[in-house]
């Protein structure tokens, strides 16, 4: 069984750094596609990154302040996020499915973590 943990939200101010990390069970994830997808009150879940087994992608949004990195040992996916702007507020999920291609649209992946709330302050 799949299961997803995220851990590492918080306050912040704008401007400041937070590290969300997924630790996976259940599964190898460097064999398969990891994403994150951020929820904001009143509005979709939507991707912000995600890593491939050929690719990492990035929403526009967060191009160049947050880095999607990985711990093969513990079998953990990182999220750094810099820079952080008051509309960056939102439950961050990790997700995953049994393929190793990344998408964007959040129908494809079939493992979800229960989220992580990040509020950045202005």
């Known amino acids: 069984q799949v299961q997803l943990v995220e851990s590492g939200g918080g306050l912040v101010q704008a401007g400041g750094s937070l590290r969300l990390s997924c630790a996976a069970s259940?599964?190898?994830?460097?064999?398969?596609?990891m994403a994150w997808f951020r929820q904001a009150p009143g509005k979709e879940r939507e991707f912000v990154a995600g890593?491939?087994?050929?690719?990492?992608i990035y929403a526009d949004s967060v191009k160049g302040r947050f880095t999607i990195s990985e711990d093969n040992a513990k079998n953990t996916v990182y999220l750094q996020m810099n820079s952080l702007k008051p509309e960056d507020t939102a439950v961050y999920h990790c997700?995953?499915?049994?393929?190793?291609?990344?998408?964007?649209?959040?129908?494809?992946?079939?493992?979800w973590g229960q989220g992580t709330q990040v509020t950045v302050s202005s």
């Open positions: 259940g599964r190898t994830f460097s064999s398969y596609a």
């Open positions: 997700a995953s499915w049994d393929g190793v291609a990344i998408y964007s649209e959040r129908s494809q992946y079939k493992y």
């Open positions: 890593r491939g087994r050929i690719n990492t």
